[in-house]
């Protein structure tokens, strides 16, 4: 092998791993990686997408500690597979996992209407794993593109919104509106003197209790 034929082998090699760095290693979708070169797109006025949306698993730590990771992350991955189908395949649009059990979905905004109509087969997602048949849940938070704020920020508000949606204890998709901006979240914490267990949750500011009131592993009054 020549110095030539060394260069440009190095250079194959340079860019199958640039290409692999872009693509999540639990799912199909974009990595971490790719959502940011994304974003700078987004800052720059070059990108089509207008809709930002922010997904998050609900109570995945107790998936992982009921089942074990191995079905976490068969829940990632089936995530994954439903978001590429009908968000990737049949609204042209992008994904991505962010990190963990969070996900990232840019849309066009005249795909807004379909997205909120398949929706539902976004927020419980069935999976099997060791011939078990178990579920798990997405909620959704999105936010338009104000065309005034950097792709961060939007990020950040998309975050909020599917918190919140969080907050419902239930599957739901959410839209960042400003009354979100003067009711914003606010995060409660307490021990439980029976069992033990550290309970943290967000909440909206408006609508929080001084303090926890029980303790939702044993019920005991806190």
């Not at 419980?124 to 048949?133: A, E, T, V």
């Not at 909020?160 to 606010?186: F, G, R």
């Amino acid at each position: 092998m020549n110095l030539d034929e060394a260069i440009e082998g190095l250079e194959k090699l340079v860019a199958e791993v640039k290409k692999a760095s872009l693509i999540d290693d639990k799912t199909s979708l974009g990595s971490a990686l790719a959502l940011r070169q994304e974003g700078r797109l987004i800052n720059e006025g070059m990108s089509d997408f207008d809709v930002i949306a922010f997904g998050d698993l609900n109570d995945f730590k107790h998936l992982n500690d009921l089942h074990g990771h191995d079905a976490g992350d068969v829940a990632i991955n089936k995530v994954g597979e439903i978001i590429r189908k009908f968000v990737i395949e049949n609204l042209e649009g992008k994904a991505f996992r962010k990190s963990g059990d969070e996900f990232v979905i840019l849309l066009k905004q005249n795909q807004i209407e379909n997205f909120l109509s398949v929706v539902p087969f976004l927020l419980r997602i069935g999976f099997s794993y060791n011939r078990k048949p178990l579920e798990t849940q997405l909620s959704l938070g999105y936010v338009l593109n104000d065309r005034k704020s950097s792709f961060e920020d939007l990020l950040g508000r998309a975050e909020v919104a599917c918190q919140l949606a969080k907050a419902k204890d239930e599957a739901v998709c959410m839209e960042w509106t400003t009354s979100i901006y003067h009711n914003p979240l606010v995060r409660i914490s307490g021990r439980c003197r029976k069992c033990g267990s550290r309970i943290s949750c967000n909440v909206p500011k408006e609508n929080a209790p001084v303090a926890l009131r029980s303790c939702p592993c044993c019920s005991e009054p806190l």
